[in-house]
């Protein structure tokens, strides 16, 4: 076998061109920045939806037991209050910013709704829920069928 001194190449070093090396180069780093940027990303948690709940219904305490039950499916009810007018026939569901995947999902978790786009980037919540009377009716005939274990799905 040959030794080389301290100058001298093994024979396949020049085999291979400087432009094959700083390729190589070049793959290593970007490689390394998607690693990092990849583990970056898998620490930062999906946070849960916020979600604002209005009572339009009419009906005293449906905002209050609408919220316990979006909060046991997993959402982040930040705001419950009253809407504008308390004769809304149907619950709507409106995207205030984000994808609206993500109406439809409160709108699913809920198990009633018409998912809407409206934004509004005054308001610091994803989702606002306005609950319409379709939801008290549903409520009561739940109740009254004797199935009061059974959610608003």
Known sequence: MKKWGKRARPP???RVSPLTWGT???LLAVSASVA???ARGLR???????VQVLNGSGAPDLARVVTDRLR????????????????YPQTL???????????????????????????????L?????I?????????????ESGSEGRSLE
């Open 72 to 87: 046991d499916r997993g959402l982040d009810v930040v705001a419950v209050g009253n809407a504008d007018a308390s004769d």
């Open 24 to 26: 190589l180069v070049l």
């Open 131 to 143: 609950l319409g009377r379709d939801l008290l009716e549903r409520a009561q005939s739940l109740a």
């Open 12 to 14: 396949w070093y020049h």
């Open 44 to 50: 930062q948690l999906p946070r849960p939806a916020q």
């Open 93 to 123: 569901v409106l995207l205030r910013r984000g994808n609206l995947d993500v109406a439809r999902m409160v709108a699913q978790r809920l198990g009633t709704g018409v998912p809407l786009l409206q934004r509004d980037p005054t308001l």
């Open 36 to 38: 990092l940027r990849t």
């Open 125 to 129: 919540v994803d989702v606002t829920v």
